[in-house]
Nanobody
Framework: QVQLVESGGGLVQAGESLKLSCAAA????????MAWYRQAPGKQRDLVAS???????HYADSLKGRFTISRDIDKNTIDLQMNNLEPEDTGVYYC??????????WGRGTQVTVSS
C-alpha cells in the first residue's frame, strides 16, 4: 500500500473555501489514479473528484464548478480546492490512490465542517 496523509480540513462558514491536500509516500507520477471521496454522517462514502496519471479529471455532478482536483508536482500532493462551501459538504474527506503494483490505498481522512 501507499501511505497517504490528508490535511487542510477544518470548520468554515457557508460560502467560504478550503483546500485539502493529500501527501503521498511515493511519487504521484507513479500513481495510475488519484481521488477524493467524502463521507457525510450516517451516509456512504462517495466520490468527489478524481484525476488520472494523464491529468484527466472527473467530478461528481453535484460538485462541478465548485471543486477542483489537481496535482502539485513540487509538493507531491493531490489537492482539492473547494469553493463556495455548503453545509451539505460537511463530512470526512478521504484521499484514495491506485498504484499499479501496490493497489488501492486510502488515507485516514480529514474532517470538513461547514456551518450555515
Amino acid at each position: 500500500q501507499v501511505q497517504l496523509v490528508e490535511s487542510g480540513g477544518g470548520l468554515v462558514q457557508a460560502g467560504e473555501s478550503l483546500k485539502l491536500s493529500c501527501a503521498a509516500a511515493v511519487s504521484i507520477f507513479s500513481l495510475d489514479s488519484m481521488a477524493w471521496y467524502r463521507q457525510a454522517p450516517g451516509k456512504q462514502r462517495d466520490l468527489v473528484a478524481s484525476i488520472t496519471s494523464l491529468g484527466h479529471t472527473h467530478y461528481a455532478d453535484s460538485l462541478k464548478g465548485r471543486f477542483t482536483i489537481s496535482r502539485d508536482i513540487d509538493k507531491n500532493t493531490i489537492d482539492l480546492q473547494m469553493n463556495n462551501l455548503e453545509p451539505e459538504d460537511t463530512g470526512v474527506y478521504y484521499c484514495n490512490v491506485y498504484h499499479p503494483y501496490r493497489g488501492t490505498s486510502w488515507g485516514r481522512g480529514t474532517q470538513v465542517t461547514v456551518s450555515s
